[in-house]
C-alpha cells in the first residue's frame, strides 16, 4: 500500500523510518518532508495546511493510507476532509483535535469528567485578569488558549512577569485570534513525564513511556523549547503510575470524548506533572511528541502501520505492540540562538560518520541540501542523534559519541540529556 506522512520534522523522519519497514508498504511518501526523509520516503512539495492541495495529491496518487504528524492540520480538519473524501487516516477529527487546539476546552472537559489538573480560570479581558493575578499572587501559569507554536505558555514567577504574559496575548495580539482568551493557571512542581496511547475512539494503548528535556539549558535552565532530547523508557513511569494515569486520566479522556459525540483516535499525548506520586494533567497534545516520537519507533518491535490502521479501522482490542527492551535516547543539536533569533544556512558535517556509530539513528528536522550536495541548517532544531543501548546510560554514551562526530559549528546542544537517569 502506498502511505503519505504529512510533515516534515524528526518526528515524521521517525515516522517514515518506522513505517519503511513494514512489509505492507509498497511506497511511503512524505509532505513536504525533509533532506533526511527524502533519503527514505518520496517528499512532496504540499504545505501540511494545503489541505485542497493534499487531498488532490492523494486522490491523485491513489494513497491508501494518511499519517498526519503535526497538530496544525489536525486542529484544521485535514481529517475530517479526508474522511468525508472516503480516505483512511490517522489522527483525530477537528472537533476531537480540539484538546490540544483550545487549552479552555481541554480544561473544561477535565472539569467536566473529574480529571485531575491544575485549578485554572478563563479571561478575554485584561483588566479582570489583572485583578485575579493580584487576587492569586505569583508563581502562575499564563496560557494562551489556542496554538502558539508551542510558544504560548509562559510559567511566570513574578505577578509583573504574568502581568507583561497577559498583556502581549490579550493586548498586543502576540498570538493573533490563539491569545485572545488565555488561561491562568496554578504552578504544578514536580517531575514531567510524556504519556502516550494510541486510541480507536473505544481502546486506549499505552506506549513505552518517554521523558522529554524542555529546557533550553542544561540542568533544565533557560526558556521552553520543543524539546532539546528525550529517552525511553522513563523510571518514573511505574507500573503503578500508569495505572493511576490510565484509571484517572486517559480512560475518563475517552468514555468523555466518546459521551459527547466526539470519540478520539489517533495518538493522544499527556503532558503530566508528577505531584508527590499523584499524576495530573499539565495539557493535551493530539499528536506525537518530538522528540520522544524518535526514541519510541527505535524501541517499538512490531509493525506500526497495522496499529495505526487499526486506530482508524476503531480495532485496536486485538493489538499488542511489542517493544525492544533496551533503552533509547536522543540528542537534538539546534542553531544557535534557538529558541530565540538565529541564523541559518550554515554547513553541518559528520552526518555519515556519525550515523555509522553502533546503535546510533540520525533523524533530521531542520536540514537540506546544497548546490554541492552537502547538508546545511534550516534554522531551529535541526537534527536528532538518537542511539539504543542496554541502558540508558550505554544509550546515551552512544548518542553523544556520535554527536561528537558532527561538525556544525553553528549548532549546540545540551550536554546533559538522560542527566537524572545517567546511572541506571
Ligand atoms: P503546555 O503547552 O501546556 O504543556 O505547557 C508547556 C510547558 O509549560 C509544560 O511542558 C510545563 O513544563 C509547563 N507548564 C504548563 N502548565 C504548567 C503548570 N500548571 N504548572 C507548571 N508547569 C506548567
Ligand atoms: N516534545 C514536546 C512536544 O512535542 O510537544
Given amino acids: 500500500m502506498r502511505v503519505l506522512v504529512v510533515g516534515s520534522g524528526g518526528r515524521e523522519h521517525a515516522l517514515c523510518w518506522a513505517i519503511c519497514g513494514s512489509p505492507l508498504v509498497t511506497k511511503v511518501l512524505c509532505a513536504p518532508g525533509n533532506s533526511g526523509i527524502s533519503a527514505i520516503a ?4 504540499i504545505d501540511p495546511e494545503d489541505i485542497n492541495g493534499l487531498i488532490s495529491f492523494i486522490k491523485e496518487y491513489q494513497i491508501n493510507f494518511v499519517v498526519i504528524g503535526p497538530e496544525a492540520p489536525l486542529v484544521s480538519g485535514l481529517g475530517d476532509k479526508l474522511q468525508s473524501s472516503g480516505i483512511k487516516y490517522f489522527g483525530p477529527c477537528a472537533a476531537a483535535a ?8 481541554m480544561k473544561d472537559f477535565c472539569s467536566r469528567h473529574s480529571i485531575p489538573t491544575a485549578s485554572y480560570k478563563r479571561f ?5 485578569a489583572k485583578s485575579f493575578l493580584r487576587e492569586k499572587g505569583a508563581p502562575i501559569v ?17 505577578v509583573e512577569e504574568a502581568e507583561q504574559a497577559m498583556t502581549s ?18 504552578l504544578l512542581e514536580g517531575e514531567e513525564v510524556s504519556f502516550f496511547v494510541l486510541c480507536d475512539g473505544n481502546t486506549a494503548l499505552p506506549l513505552q513511556s518517554a521523558q522529554d528535556h524542555k529546557r533550553v539549558g542544561e540542568g533544565d535552565t533557560g526558556p521552553n523549547t520543543g524539546g532539546m532530547g528525550a529517552y525511553s523508557p522513563a523510571p ?28 478520539y483516535k489517533g495518538i493522544l499525548y499527556a503532558g503530566l506533572m508528577i505531584v508527590n506520586g499523584e499524576p495530573m494533567l499539565l495539557e493535551y497534545n493530539v499528536r506525537f511528541g518530538d522528540p520522544e516520537c524518535q526514541v519510541l519507533m527505535m524501541r517499538l518491535k512490531s509493525d506500526i502501520l497495522p496499529a495505526l490502521i487499526a486506530a482508524h479501522d476503531g480495532v ?19 542553531t544557535n540562538g534557538y529558541p530565540g533569533t538565529y541564523e541559518d544556512g550554515s554547513l553541518i558535517k559528520g552526518l555519515e560518520v556519525a550515523s555509522a556509530i553502533k546503535g546510533v539513528q540520525i533523524f533530521h528536522s531542520g536540514t537540506s541540501v546544497n548546490d554541492a550536495g552537502e547538508f546545511i ?15 540508558i546510560a550505554a544509550a546515551r554514551e552512544y548518542a553523544y559519541k556520535a554527536v561528537g562526530a558532527i561538525d556544525w559549528p553553528n549548532g549546540f546542544y545540551r550536554g546533559d540529556i538522560g542527566w537524572k537517569r545517567g546511572d541506571k
Fill in 98 to 105: 480540539q484538546l490540544e487546539g483550545s487549552k479552555a476546552f
Fill in 236 to 263: 518514573i513511569v511505574t507500573n503503578k503510575i500508569t495505572h493511576m494515569v490510565m484509571e484517572k486520566i486517559i480512560l475518563p479522556t475517552i468514555e468523555g470524548m466518546k459521551a459527547e459525540g466526539t470519540p
Fill in 142 to 158: 499564563v496560557k494562551a488558549d489556542g496554538l502558539a507554536a508551542g510558544k504560548g505558555v509562559i510559567v511566570a514567577k513574578t
Fill in 377 to 391: 541548517s534550516k534554522g531551529g532544531r535541526v537534527i536528532g542523534v538518537a542511539a539504543m543501548g542496554n541502558t
Fill in 42 to 45: 518520496e517528499c512532496v512539495k
Fill in 316 to 334: 485496536l482490542n486485538d493489538f499488542d505492540l511489542r517493544w525492544y527492551d533496551e533503552a533509547a535516547l536522543i540528542v537534538v543539536m539546534a
Fill in 169 to 186: 496575548m490579550l493586548e498586543d495580539n502576540l498570538f493573533g485570534k490563539a491569545g485572545s482568551e488565555i488561561i491562568l493557571e496554578e
Fill in 124 to 128: 478575554t479581558n485584561l483588566k479582570d
